[in-house]
């Protein structure tokens, strides 16, 4: 399995309050990428890195920033969180030489605004 | 932009039955497909790709699935499901440094 850890993996916040969630690899892989996982929409991108501090933003980026400043590591911020953030939030990683874009998956965090 | 359509949210079939789940992309340019597999509480997990040349795709726990352009689709088979195998499908097309995933289909596996 690779080495894909998200934490933490289970929150519950209050609407208007800041959210961090941190995304940890160990197989130094070039690409970084935050979904959230909704029923009935399937993985939606929200951010993602092709290196340290690089980053772009997916489609359902509004509400969310993010940080890259080692290759290891990449937080996602909810700067202001709202109930339509509450979601299953993954993380994957991928290395684009090689094996085309195959991503691998961390194990999901759930966070809850009420 | 690239995009991929799954028809049905919800399959069930019988135990040792076959498994369809069907997939369609739309690409500008030839396309890098996928198929991944979430078992509950879990994150997603590669089940085939198909980069280029033989289109017919073997992938892991007797899944495959078969490249057809003139169809534009993807689908994923297994000759006999197993109970095993309830699980969310997401079929997926590479585009410009990430992956568009389709919306999923959960497959329920009848005794």
């Known amino acids: 399995d690779a080495g894909i850890t998200q934490s933490p993996r289970h929150k519950v916040t209050e609407t208007g309050t800041p959210v961090t969630l941190r995304c940890h690899q160990t197989e130094n892989h070039r690409y970084m990428y935050w979904y959230r996982q909704d029923p009935g929409h399937g993985l939606r991108l929200i951010h993602y890195?092709?290196?340290?501090?690089?980053?772009d933003k997916g489609e359902v980026s509004d509400g969310y920033s993010v940080s890259r400043s080692k290759t290891e590591d990449f937080l996602l911020t909810l700067e202001s969180a709202t109930s339509s953030q509450t979601s299953v939030y993954f993380c994957a990683i991928s290395e684009p030489v090689g094996e085309p874009y195959e991503q691998y998956f961390g194990p999901g965090t759930r966070l809850t605004v009420t | 932009a690239q995009s991929v359509t799954q028809l049905g949210s919800h399959v069930s079939v019988s135990e040792g039955a076959l498994v369809l789940l069907r997939c369609n992309y739309s690409?500008?340019?030839?396309?890098?497909l996928f198929w991944y597999v979430q078992y509950p509480n879990q994150g997603l997990q590669l089940l085939l790709k198909?980069?280029?040349?033989?289109?017919l795709v073997k992938g892991i726990n007797g899944f495959e699935a078969e490249f057809k352009k003139s169809e534009t689709s993807f689908h994923l088979t297994k000759p006999s499901a197993h109970m095993s195998d309830a699980a969310e499908y997401f079929c997926a097309v590479k585009g410009y440094q990430k992956v568009t995933f389709g919306t999923g289909t959960k497959l329920q596996v009848i005794p």
């Open positions: 890195s092709y290196g340290v501090k690089d980053t």
């Open positions: 690409s500008s340019v030839p396309p890098y």
């Open positions: 198909y980069t280029t040349g033989a289109t």
